[in-house]
């Protein structure tokens, strides 16, 4: 398959929102009186928090496996990866080509090698987690602490949420290309899950840290600009003081999202929304 192909299949599998027909993005939360910086950073600050793959609930997250390959030209392309890569620390080329092929000679060694620096690699990077509806029960029970959190919802036409992948589910578990590529491909293996979670209708924001072209960020947190909120939804049994507090903070901050009561139906097991009133005391 050619560079040109690889890379519109990787589109395919892992399209923008906008490519996908999809102009909102959802992520639901918690509130958590004990970490009120974490809410004070995303409402008044515009930090959107970005996790790393063992803060998530999913064990296999971001560890990929990697196969020896058979074909002749790949094992040469690696053999010239690695002396490259003993090159630009200073070894000289004669003593970098004899280092490699006597590690070629333990392909086991060179594979653990191999799968310890990738999965360093994507434990460094930074995801955050949206889906595309606000009505999902799941997401309310499980994410946003039996309906008593909340939910944002992000403008997914403006950057830097524009700019979030799907997720693809599979069956097959994820593999390592290496070396792997110099461009967005290489975050296949952090956009593949298993079957199971394709309930989510996952979206990923995906930044590694001391890495070039991407999104401002300050480490942990994307920067927003303050037009991506467009809405936020309190759960149906959110506490009224956590409402106050959202609301404070929100009116703090440089966003103009509008906030919405999520009530029960009575008739079908779903979720219906009105304007919020703020309880006057």
Not at 42 to 63: I, R, V, W
Not at 142 to 167: M, Q, R, T, W
Not at 186 to 212: D, H, N, Q, V
Request: neutral net charge.
């Amino acid at each position: 398959m050619s560079h040109e192909e690889d890379i519109q299949r990787f589109d395919q599998d892992h399209p923008w929102p906008h490519d996908d027909g999809v102009t909102s993005l959802f992520k639901f939360s918690s509130v958590n009186r004990d970490k009120i910086s974490r809410l004070e950073q995303l409402f008044c600050e515009g930090k959107l928090y970005h996790s790393t793959p063992d803060q998530f609930n999913d064990p296999f997250e971001c560890k990929p496996h990697f196969n020896w390959p058979k074909d002749p030209k790949k094992v040469a392309e690696i053999r010239k990866y690695l002396t490259q890569i003993l090159r630009r620390n200073g070894i000289s080329w004669k003593e970098a080509k004899r280092l490699v092929a006597n590690s070629m000679r333990r392909p086991g060694f060179i594979h653990e090698s191999i799968y310890t620096s990738a999965e360093h690699s994507f434990n460094r990077a930074r995801i955050c987690s949206f889906t595309t509806s606000n009505k999902n029960l799941l997401f309310w029970a499980h994410y946003a602490n039996s309906h008593k959190g909340f939910c944002v919802e992000y403008d997914a036409k403006i950057l830097p949420i524009s700019y979030s992948f799907k997720v693809k589910y599979v069956d097959e578990y994820p593999e390592i290309e290496y070396p792997a590529p110099d461009d967005k491909r290489a975050l296949s293996p952090a956009l593949m899950k298993s079957t199971a979670w394709s309930y989510e209708e996952e979206y990923r924001s995906i930044f590694i840290p001391g890495a070039e072209r991407q999104a401002k960020h300050d480490g942990s947190s994307l920067i927003l600009n303050g037009s991506e909120m467009k809405n936020i939804y309190f759960g149906a049994k959110m506490t009224d003081d956590d409402k106050a507090l959202i609301e404070d903070l929100v009116n703090k901050g440089p966003f103009t999202a509008k906030l919405w009561e999520s009530n029960l139906s009575r008739t079908s097991f779903e979720i219906e929304f009105s304007p919020y009133k703020p309880v006057i005391s």
